[in-house]
């Protein structure tokens, strides 16, 4: 695809499905109401912005590897990426699937490689719920990321739940984080995690989600983790390092959550971290 999809005025395709494919290039822009891909053997790479519309799962890919160059926007609709090697989202670019109406949900985010292969997000994923001055705030959407004997790294990821900003209404509780490798492979964090609930003025924030790393993490930079000042908890299942040499800080937030550290922290070679500050 070398030309821009649904991109004329009023333009935008319905639901737009590949069967199968070896390989997939979309090197522009894509509008329609979903974007699915059933089976593929090779590369599906995105060039261009991806914007989807249709209520659910509006971006399912499964394919060997999944290179997203680009950022991907579906209004509220989730996203279900399945690969065998790889799934790339490119620096500066995003995954965001907040709610196009007041009090709309985020689109869950489920990121799934199934061989021995990587998840690396230079990217952002954005799950928020949308904020709403006539009722509560939209839920965040979950991030599931998972790997079956392979690495991950990810940057930021945003699974807050959206504000109530009208009267008495109720903030919206954040989506759940969640980060899998398989058989104690290592998961590289390079940006902040925020699953906080949605304030309220007058009323109840929501609860924030909760983060859970199942296997090692390792910070590349300084990290903050936050699920904002009500419950949801924050919890390493396994060891936690800093990068070697670097005394990378951490910074934890949990509200009325717990913060479990079930493995050695900062045991590896060169592996101690810089300061530990846990706010709440």
Do not use: Y
């Amino acid at each position: 695809l070398q030309g821009a999809v649904g991109g004329a005025t009023n333009g935008e395709l319905g639901a737009v499905t590949i069967v199968s494919a070896a390989n997939v290039t979309a090197s522009s822009t894509i509008e329609a109401a979903s974007l699915t891909q059933s089976a593929g053997t090779g590369t599906t790479m995105l060039d261009g912005l991806v914007t989807t519309t249709a209520a659910g799962t509006n971006v399912n890919l499964t394919t060997a590897s999944i290179d997203i160059d680009a950022s991907v926007v579906t209004n509220g609709g989730a996203v279900d990426l399945n690969a065998t090697t790889l799934v790339d989202l490119a620096t500066g670019q995003s995954i965001t699937t907040t709610g196009d109406a007041a009090g709309e949900a985020g689109g869950a985010i489920d990121i799934d490689v199934s061989g021995t292969g990587t998840v690396n997000l230079v990217g952002s994923l954005v799950t928020t719920g949308n904020t709403n001055a006539a009722g509560t705030g939209g839920a965040g959407g979950v991030v599931t990321i998972d790997t079956n004997n392979g690495t991950a790294s990810v940057t930021a990821i945003t699974t807050d739940g959206g504000a109530g900003t009208g009267g008495g209404n109720n903030g919206g509780d954040a989506g759940d984080v969640t980060i899998t490798t398989g058989t104690d492979n290592i998961i590289t964090l390079n940006g902040a995690i925020s699953a906080a609930g949605g304030t309220s003025a007058a009323a109840t924030a929501g609860a924030g989600g909760n983060v859970t790393f199942a296997d090692p993490v390792v910070l590349a930079t300084g990290i903050t983790i936050t699920t904002g000042t009500t419950a949801g908890n924050i919890a390493f299942q396994s060891t936690l390092d800093s990068e070697a040499s670097e005394d990378n800080t951490l910074g934890l937030t949990a509200g009325t959550g717990n913060i479990t550290f079930t493995g050695a922290v900062g045991g590896a070679t060169n592996g101690e971290l810089g300061a530990v500050t846990i706010n709440s």
